[in-house]
């Protein structure tokens, strides 16, 4: 066994995150003892505004979490996504802070999770692990800012399919969003009733259906064509900046072959 086929063998052992498999195999020993995954359900609470932040959760496979913020109106606004590309909690603020937003998992799975106490004292160990942390933190205040002028100027109908196309990238799932009328309305900030005659628009064209809990993806090329590009400028700055993190198609229909 050559080295590179070595190293690909020990990175296919780790926890299902793109970003702890960025990581060079010296740098995720430092992590290694101190990473544990267990499974996590959806809508579960992770950090609620004041907490002290002091574990990191890499979503793993099909998990997601979401950072939604509370209005004095008593709604949440999801503003972004986080999967299999990155984590939540301290990788800004490096912990011991109390969070700002609520993060809750968005859909149930596997997470991996450390202290932050541990992962900044590995930082400090490896100045290319610093750096793959830092750059994972540029990529996130990029899909903060790109949410923000998404939410600005676009449209729900665009908001909507925009979406639904990243939790499918995400996810891994080619045709399908386990996604309510009200989880719908949350994330993009509206009533319920606005979200549904969105949801019947795009049915009425044959771009998706709904079953009790999913929405079903019938166009994805339709679905794309009412999408605005904010999501394509994230993946371009992640490609820039950590290249190989966030899971396009391409990888994902590669991950798959494999």
């Known amino acids: 066994m050559d080295a ?5 063998a020990e990175v296919s052992t ?12 010296a740098d995720y020993a430092l992590l290694a003892p101190q990473v544990s995954v267990d499974d996590a359900a959806a809508n ?17 496979g099909p998990s997601l979490a979401t950072f939604l913020v509370p209005n004095e109106d008593g709604r949440d606004v999801e503003t972004i996504l986080v999967g299999r590309e990155g984590a939540v909690g301290g990788i800004v603020s490096e912990g011991f802070l109390p969070a700002y937003t609520r993060i809750c998992v968005k859909f149930g799975g596997p997470f991996a999770r450390i ?23 540029d990529c996130m205040l990029a899909q903060i800012f790109q949410s923000t002028a998404c939410n600005a100027i676009h449209s729900i109908e665009q908001r909507t399919a925009k ?23 949350t994330l993009l900030g509206v009533g319920r009733s ?3 005659r969105v949801l019947q628009s795009f049915k009425a064209e044959g771009v998706l259906d709904t079953r009790r ?9 339709g679905l794309r064509l009412r999408a605005c590009l904010c999501n ?8 820039e900046v950590l290249r190989g993190v966030y899971p396009t198609e391409e990888a994902n229909r590669s991950s798959a072959r494999s």
Request: net charge positive; aromatic share 8%.
């Open 213 to 221: 809990g999913s929405i079903l993806v019938r166009n994805r090329d």
């Open 44 to 60: 579960e609470l992770l950090y609620s505004p004041g907490d002290d932040v002091q574990v990191v959760h890499f979503p793993c």
């Open 163 to 185: 979406w639904i196309l990243a939790a499918m990238e995400r996810t891994g799932d080619e045709s399908s969003v386990p996604l309510t009328h009200e989880q719908l309305a």
């Open 14 to 25: 780790r926890p299902t995150n793109n970003l702890l498999r960025r990581l060079n195999p």
């Open 194 to 196: 606005y979200a549904s």
């Open 4 to 8: 590179r086929t070595g190293e690909a």
């Open 232 to 239: 394509d400028a994230v993946k371009m700055h992640f490609e």
């Open 115 to 137: 202290r932050v106490a541990k992962l900044e004292a590995a930082k400090l160990r490896s100045p290319s692990l610093r750096n793959v942390f830092a750059r994972y933190a």
